[in-house]
């Protein structure tokens, strides 16, 4: 692990995100909350939490951080029978929360699958990202958009 002790503590942000494609049947199902094993959104939502506080336990290196925060939102793309998650993790501390945000998205997302996988085994994960980031002594990170084709 990387010494982090002479560090001094900022508030840190950290905002991850990635996708869920699926057939249509399947994100309707999920949307309405009429899934076999319940509402599969509200367990992602949870799971996600769960697992950015457990980062550390899950990536060898990653210091464990007191967070202060983790919100968990989601975007839907009807067209294209997508669920995107957007997971915002902050605390106040000597080391940032990128792989906490980015653990919290791949955990919601795969939770995602799990619950809707009877209906659905070709769903696709992916676009799995850092959206921004902010505190510490790199400053701040925005990804820049690109246009989708």
């Excluded at 995100?17 to 057939?23: A, D, K, L, P, T």
């Excluded at 793309?77 to 998650?85: F, G, N, Q, V």
Aim: charged share 25%; proline share 3%.
């Amino acid at each position: 692990m990387v010494d982090v002790g002479a560090k001094g503590e900022t508030h840190r942000i950290a905002v991850a995100s990635g996708r869920i494609e699926m057939r249509p049947s399947t994100f309707r199902t999920v949307i309405e909350g009429s899934a076999a094993k319940g509402d599969v959104l509200g367990v992602a939502r949870l799971a996600a939490i769960q697992a950015a506080k457990r980062t550390a336990e899950l990536v060898p290196l990653a210091h464990p951080i007191a967070l202060t925060r983790v919100a968990v939102d989601f975007r839907f793309y009807p067209a294209r029978s997508t669920i995107e998650l957007v997971a915002t993790v902050e605390c106040r501390g000597r080391t940032g929360v990128e792989m906490e945000a980015l653990t919290a998205a791949a955990v919601g997302l795969l939770t995602i699958y799990d619950m809707a996988k009877a209906m659905d085994r070709g769903m696709r994960i992916g676009e799995l990202q850092l959206e921004h980031k902010s505190g510490g002594k790199s400053g701040a990170f925005r990804r820049v958009r690109r246009t989708r084709k």
